[in-house]
T-cell receptor, first 115, second 112 residues
Framework: SAVISQKPSRDICQRGTSLTIQCQVD?????MFWYRQQPGQSLTLIAT?????????ESGFVIDKFPISRPNLTFSTLTVSNMSPEDSSIYLC????????????FGPGTRLTVL | AQSVTQPDIHITVSEGASLELRCNYS??????LFWYVQSPGQGLQLLLK??????LVQGIKGFEAEFKRSQSSFNLRKPSVHWSDAAEYFC??????????FGKGTRLSVIA
C-alpha cells in the first residue's frame, strides 16, 4: 500500500486569498487525483494530476480556480484560488499504481474553512 | 454513465448487532467495487474491494461484502458492530486506475 500525506491538515482563510495544499506519496504511483468533499456530501473529482503536464479537469472545475502541479511521481499540489465561503470543503488527494490491484489510497484530507 | 447509490443516509444500530449497508451501482462493464470508511476528521480508509472471482470478499475490521451481479449490488456486512465502527461509509465504483465514482455515503451511529 501507499502512504499519502497532506499539508496543511486544516486551515481557516479569508475570502479572496489562495491556499496551496501539498500531497506527498511515500512511493511512486502512476495516477494521482484531487477530490473535493463539501460539508455532508460525498467526494467529487476535481482533476487528475498529470506528471509534468497540465492536469485534466472535470466538468465544473477550471485551472484558473484550481491550479494543480505534479512535478514528479510522488508529489502534487492543489491551489484553491480567490477563495469564497463556497470553497469550504475537505480536499483529498489520492494515488494509485497501474496494475497494482487497481486500488486508490487516500490522504487524510485538508479541511478548509473560508470566512 | 457510472453511478453509485447508497439508499440509506443514516443508520443506527446497537453495539453487538449485525449490520448491512446497501450499495447499488450502474456500470457498463465488469465493475471494480470498493468500500471506504471515513472516521470523523479523518481521510478515507479502504475496507475491501472486489475485482473478480469469489463474490464474497473479506476486508479489514471484520467487514465483508457480497457482489451480486444480477442485482447490481455490493452490500457491506458485519456480524457484530463495535462502537468504534461509527463512521461514514462510502461505496465506490471504477474500472481501476481512473477516478472513482462515489456514493453519497451512509453515516453509521452505534448505540449502547
Amino acid at each position: 500500500s501507499a502512504v499519502i500525506s497532506q499539508k496543511p491538515s486544516r486551515d481557516i482563510c479569508q475570502r479572496g486569498t489562495s491556499l496551496t495544499i501539498q500531497c506527498q506519496v511515500d512511493s511512486q504511483v502512476t495516477m494521482m487525483f484531487w477530490y473535493r468533499q463539501q460539508p455532508g456530501q460525498s467526494l467529487t473529482l476535481i482533476a487528475t494530476a498529470n506528471q509534468g503536464s497540465e492536469a485534466t479537469y472535470e466538468s465544473g472545475f477550471v485551472i484558473d480556480k484550481f491550479p494543480i502541479s505534479r512535478p514528479n511521481l510522488t508529489f502534487s499540489t492543489l491551489t484553491v484560488s480567490n477563495m469564497s465561503p463556497e470553497d469550504s470543503s475537505i480536499y483529498l488527494c489520492s494515488g494509485g499504481r497501474q496494475g497494482a490491484l487497481n486500488e486508490q489510497f487516500f490522504g487524510p484530507g485538508t479541511r478548509l474553512t473560508v470566512l | 454513465a457510472q453511478s453509485v447509490t447508497q439508499p440509506d443516509i443514516h443508520i443506527t444500530v446497537s453495539e453487538g448487532a449485525s449490520l448491512e449497508l446497501r450499495c447499488n451501482y450502474s456500470y457498463g462493464a465488469t465493475p471494480y467495487l470498493f468500500w471506504y470508511v471515513q472516521s470523523p476528521g479523518q481521510g478515507l480508509q479502504l475496507l475491501l474491494k472486489y475485482f473478480s472471482g469469489d463474490t464474497l470478499v473479506q476486508g479489514i475490521k471484520g467487514f465483508e461484502a457480497e457482489f451480486k451481479r444480477s442485482q447490481s449490488s455490493f452490500n457491506l456486512r458485519k456480524p457484530s458492530v463495535h462502537w468504534s465502527d461509527a463512521a461514514e461509509y462510502f461505496c465506490a465504483v471504477g474500472p481501476g486506475n481512473t477516478p472513482l465514482v462515489f456514493g453519497k455515503g451512509t453515516r453509521l451511529s452505534v448505540i449502547a
